[in-house]
Antibody, heavy 118, light 108 residues
Framework: EVHLLQSGGGWGQTGGSLRLSCAAS????????MVWVRQAPGKGLEWVSS????????YYADSVKGRFTISRDNAKNTLYLQMSSLRVEDRAVYYC???????????WGQGTLVTVSS | EIVLTQSPATLSLSPGERATLSCRAS??????LAWYQQKPGQAPRLLIY???NRATGIPARFSGSGSGTDFTLTISSLEPEDFAVYYC??????????FGGGTKVEVK
């Protein structure tokens, strides 16, 4: 059974940094692209970033480009999102998800809340 | 960027009724569209992919149709557990991957 266990997040200050982690199990992590999707309180889903299976290719939403870095450690079966230069508008629940079928998402982490304040 | 517009924003129905949700794309996404269900406090769940295919374990009362710019998710007879928010998502032209704004199906 696929399991994505998220950790990290919590409270951050504007201009500060946080790192999210997503530990994967139940599938061959090194063969799957992964994504981060976020959801501001009471709002819809927003794609944040994607990474290819081997980490060669990364993609970012314009809203986070230059501030967030997606990475992975295939030896540890773990996905990361390094968040820097945090803004109030980055406040959201962040989900990691497994890519399936050509950039759909069939398995999701439990979500982790990131709160940013000045 | 492809914008996905979902309608209506809220659908008020009773259990047993048929639900019809719409997703319109700002340009053609061919058939590269998915639908997700999200319940409060939970992560989204993939229901439909490539516009018409049910994901693993999804009941037959959920069906998808459409291609190009106009898509529909139909729930043939609402069960109590189907009251939730539904999102469409396109993968045809990205980055960015984009989601619609969601349709909430609520109990009438």
């Amino acid at each position: 059974e696929v399991h994505l266990l998220q950790s990290g997040g919590g409270w951050g200050q504007t201009g500060g940094s946080l790192r999210l982690s997503c530990a994967a199990s139940g599938f061959t992590f090194s063969s799957q692209a992964m994504v981060w999707v976020r959801q501001a309180p009471g709002k819809g889903l927003e794609w944040v970033s994607s990474i290819s299976d081997d980490g060669t290719y990364t993609y970012y939403a314009d809203s986070v480009k230059g501030r967030f870095t997606i990475s992975r450690d295939n030896a540890k079966n773990t996905l990361y999102l390094q968040m820097s230069s945090l803004r109030v508008e980055d406040r959201a629940v962040y989900y990691c998800a497994k890519e399936w079928g050509g950039w759909y998402f069939d398995s999701w982490g439990q979500g982790t809340l990131v709160t940013v304040s000045s | 960027e492809i914008v996905l517009t979902q309608s209506p924003a809220t659908l008020s129905l009773s259990p047993g009724e048929r639900a019809t949700l719409s997703c319109r794309a700002s340009q053609s996404v061919h058939s590269y569209l998915a639908w997700y269900q999200q319940k409060p406090g939970q992560a989204p769940r993939l229901l439909i992919y490539d516009a018409i295919n049910r994901a693993t374990g999804i009941p037959a009362r959920f069906s998808g149709s459409g291609s190009g710019t106009d898509f529909t998710l139909t729930i043939s007879s609402l069960e109590p557990e189907d009251f939730a928010v539904y999102y469409c998502q396109q993968r045809n032209n990205w980055p960015p991957l984009t989601f619609g704004g969601g349709t909430k199906v609520e109990v009438k």
